[in-house]
């Protein structure tokens, strides 16, 4: 005979828990019902308020509440799209562009690159103008003069970026032409936003600069900044993890593996113990140089000299003459096979 199943409801006990399956936290059937009404849902939320606004009143390092305006991230991501259009025409964004149409896709790209150029250019200056006010018209100007300056150097960008892709062309065996490289290479992809924010930094609008290099970061796991140096045909070959520090001279036709560190060594400090900024904290880099992969230079005294190269895993802290080969010894290696392990 059949057992008739009891009614939940039916039961005079005391409504049991709702257990998530997923969370050990439990909410009664009232909890759940309360829950499901507009205002009891958002009841907590003034409270969260109040605590969110007293944590910035005690904690103004990280707000930026005096009103003037900053660059903005998808402006950058957009600056970084039209400038490789520009740098390599036909291979980004419009791909119709042909040659007889040049001059009219170079001038529709340009005219939108330095609109955004100049604005963000601005807010990078106001934000560190005393001026008070909304509007500064010294830093406008400024922000279009620097828009143009930065303009007038897309030609020799353009020479040394050719370069830069026949070094990486030399270099690599696996490369089949240029086409491939300048499309999937993140290597150059890294090292022609550094080029343009490279620029800003040397006319003094270091926050767009960093804005820009770091983009490229996320993008491409390799981290230059923008302060450095580099010279012409320079190829970073894979690349992820690479670091260029600020304040690195690098020459002609170096050659970077992934991996590579140009750090500095130790940080200075004040009597009152604040870090001594401005000084070279990064190696030099000369001619002809190749660091293969995950070789560490640091320090700003340090120098390579030109044609010499650095094996994989090197710890450099000390200058080498030029046309030094210098190695890490040998790690031992245990080898086991399946059968000396039973």
């Not at 070959?237 to 020459?251: A, L, R, Y």
């Not at 450099?316 to 030094?324: A, I, M, Q, Y």
Request: proline share 5%; glycine share 8%; net charge neutral.
């Amino acid at each position: 005979m059949a057992t008739r199943k009891k009614n939940p409801k039916s039961s005079a006990s005391q409504p049991e828990a709702v257990v998530c399956s997923a969370r050990e936290l439990s909410l009664t059937p009232d909890q759940l019902a309360a829950l499901s009404q507009r205002q009891e849902r958002y009841s907590a939320l003034p409270e969260i308020v109040r605590a969110i606004v007293a944590s910035c009143d005690s904690l103004p390092e990280i707000n930026h509440l005096d009103g003037t305006s900053l660059p903005e991230t998808e402006i950058v991501v957009r600056i970084v799209a039209v400038t490789q259009e520009i740098f390599f025409p036909g291979y980004y964004g419009d791909k119709s562009c042909a040659a007889d149409n040049l001059a009219y896709h170079v001038g529709d790209r340009l005219h939108e690159l330095y609109l955004m150029l100049a604005e963000q250019i601005y807010r990078s200056v106001r934000h560190d103008c005393r001026r008070s006010g909304p509007e500064c018209r010294h830093c406008r100007g400024l922000a279009e003069v620097n828009a143009q300056d930065v303009l007038r150097r897309i030609p020799e960008i353009r020479r040394l970026l050719t370069l830069d892709v026949k070094a990486a062309f030399d270099g690599d065996p696996a490369a089949r032409g240029y086409h491939e490289i300048i499309l999937s290479y993140p290597g150059l992809l890294a090292v022609s936003v550094y080029r343009l924010a490279h620029e800003l930094w040397v006319l003094g609008i270091p926050l767009l600069a960093r804005m820009i290099g770091e983009y490229a970061h996320t993008r491409t796991g390799i981290d230059i900044h923008p302060g450095a140096a580099i010279g012409e045909s320079f190829f970073i070959d894979h690349g992820t993890g690479v670091v260029i520090g600020e304040t690195t001279v690098i020459g002609s036709r170096v050659k970077l593996y992934q991996g590579v560190t140009l750090g500095a060594l130790s940080f200075p400090k004040d009597a009152c113990g604040n870090l001594i900024r401005g000084q070279k904290r990064h190696p030099t880099i000369e001619d002809d140089v190749t660091l293969y992969a995950h070789a560490t230079v640091l320090g700003g005294t340090t120098v390579v000299g030109r044609g010499s190269t650095i094996g994989g895993n090197v710890w450099l802290t000390d200058s080498v003459e030029p046309h030094t080969f210098v190695s890490a010894e040998r790690p031992a290696l245990i080898v086991r096979t399946s059968k000396s392990r039973k």
